[in-house]
């Protein structure tokens, strides 16, 4: 099994929860960019060399968990999936693809089909867990949102900067952001990512995907989405 930008935020996470639960793997690879590469990650009580993804073969592993953002994964998905692998992606590259199933478990686990799964955008992740029984009861119409996310949800140099800056402000200086616009220490940023018409990206992305999860093309979403000074759990 091989995890694709296993040095990030969501990839440690994942090898986390990998751990924790007991995961069955034979061998395990940490892959990331050239600049990772050499590192160790700590693993089942031992240490895992972090490996150059260009250099990976991707006929050695037989899973894929991309934890790296759209522009890797596009990169890396098509050369993992032709050397027979079955890739689980977390970012947001395929997964309004007609033929990609969009899957949170607990609600249409039935639909994973090799050789390609993609997750949803966190906050439509947690939202769905809470509203798909709901919805399954009483068909859902109308889901009006609004997020509350933290720092990981911007990857691990977000983490790093946020508690930086508060270490800083707390102790009297103003520190120059180069991760977000602006500081995000003790602030709060009314919207995540560029906007498209009336609503950003993220915002969209809570709108598309649930119609796409539960299936229901007509469902009307409307979403605000925060950034807020948190390290990491999203709230909605």
Known sequence: MAVLGATGAVGRELLAVLERRGFPVTELFALA???????RLPFGGAEVVVQNADDFDFGTCNILFCCADSDVARRFVPRAIEAGCCV?????AYRMESDVPLVVPEINGDE?????????????????????????RWRMQRLVAATYQAASGAGAAAISELLSHTNATLKG???????????LAFNLFPHIGDFVGSYTKEELKLEQE??????????????????????RAHSV
């Open 33 to 39: 960019s050239a600049r990772s590469a050499g590192k």
């Open 88 to 92: 689980v992606d977390n970012s947001s």
């Open 112 to 136: 994973v089909r090799p050789p390609l799964v993609a997750n949803p955008n966190c906050t439509t992740a947690i939202t769905l867990v809470a509203l798909a029984p709901l919805h399954r």
């Open 173 to 183: 200086s103003r520190p120059k952001p180069s991760v977000f616009p602006r500081s």
């Open 210 to 231: 649930t119609r796409k999860i539960l299936n229901e093309a007509q469902i009307k979403v409307s979403a605000f989405c925060v950034r807020v000074p948190v390290v």
